[in-house]
């Protein structure tokens, strides 16, 4: 199936540091979801993006919707090891309730 | 509020026998998806239901699998017969079609065909 395009596909980086990640698509996207998923349990819903050029956090993180609307990004900032796991992004295209999923980065924090 | 529920959360069958995965969405969601979920393929939808009527079944792999949902607050993927190919985590996820389409997962099963 279409998946987009997501880097990096991993990270490793110290306790402290800020994270930044983006998905990228050919295509143009109505909505945008972040998802976190730890080993053994299902994607969880971080944060929802639905206009282009949006900027929306949730606590440590920030995820904006690109203004092309064929992009977003995710930044997490002063990482904590809790933070590890892989992160998703899934868009949406108008006409649609189905998501695309990105192919996601995996995340390693070290203490 | 009780999250989507899957059940089993683990299942281990042999090759050829039948396998049926169990789903309740968030009440109040009227559309439910069906993924799998690989290393080498990542998530892929494999068909979603909206107000219980199969809208989208591009991503069944073939005629062994089906799907069903009976009801709102159920929904059955069945593999007949399971081929060890079939070994994934096939996830069940809920959204509103009438608010903010946000998806929400359940916890999964992991399937595993020997």
């Known amino acids: 199936g279409q998946q987009l395009n997501q880097s990096p596909q991993s990270m490793f980086i110290q306790e402290g540091e800020d994270v930044s990640m983006n998905c990228t698509s050919s295509?143009?996207?109505?909505?945008w979801l972040w998802y976190k998923q730890d080993p053994g349990e299902g994607p969880v819903l971080l944060i929802a993006?639905?206009?282009?050029?949006e900027l929306t956090s949730n606590g440590r993180l920030t995820a904006q919707f690109g203004i092309t609307r064929k992009d977003s990004f995710l930044n997490i900032s002063a990482s904590i090891p809790s933070d590890v796991g892989i992160y998703f992004c899934?868009?949406?295209?108008?006409?649609?309730?189905?998501?695309?999923f990105g192919t996601g980065t995996r995340l390693k924090v070290l203490a | 509020d009780a999250g989507v529920i899957q059940s089993p959360r683990h299942e281990v069958t042999e090759m050829g026998q039948e396998v049926t995965l169990r789903c309740k969405p968030i009440?109040?969601?009227?559309?439910l998806f069906w993924y799998r979920q690989t290393m080498m393929r990542g998530l892929e939808l494999l068909i979603y239901?909206?107000?219980?009527?199969?809208?989208?079944d591009s991503g069944m792999p073939e005629d062994r699998f089906s799907a069903k949902m009976p009801n709102a607050s159920f929904s059955t993927l069945k593999i007949q017969p399971s081929e060890p190919r079939d070994s994934a985590v096939y996830f069940c996820?809920?959204?509103?079609?009438?608010?903010?389409?946000?998806?929400?997962f359940g916890p999964g099963t992991r399937l595993t065909v020997t």
């Open positions: 009440s109040g969601h009227n559309s």
């Open positions: 996820a809920s959204s509103s079609i009438s608010g903010s389409y946000e998806q929400y």
């Open positions: 239901f909206n107000n219980n009527v199969p809208i989208d």
């Open positions: 899934a868009g949406q295209r108008s006409g649609t309730y189905k998501y695309i």
């Open positions: 993006l639905y206009k282009a050029g």
């Open positions: 295509s143009i996207f109505n909505t």
